[in-house]
């Protein structure tokens, strides 16, 4: 039986194997696998508080200064608010 690859996305950014591997579980938010006959993709979404950033060429994980934090938190508070008013 041959072992089919496996394609690892951080958001819609294809991540390679070692930088999936590191990253710690309570990061890896909303977890999907789907498995093909000839492939598997396994998809993760970071929360708010990180980001995927590009250096070199390769990507890091990286978390966000509390003001972009907060400000984050204010826009999704105002839209809920909106939303549960509807």
Known sequence: MAITPTRYFIGK????????MSTP???K?????????SLTVIETDLPMTHYL?????????KKRSEEEISAIEKTLGISLKITRQM
Not at 13 to 20: F, I, K, Q
Not at 29 to 37: A, F, N, P, V
């Open 53 to 61: 950033d590009s250096i070199n060429g390769g990507y890091i994980i």
């Open 13 to 20: 950014t294809e991540v390679p194997e070692s930088l999936w």
């Open 25 to 27: 579980d309570s990061l």
């Open 29 to 37: 938010y909303s977890t999907l696998k789907i498995e093909y006959d």
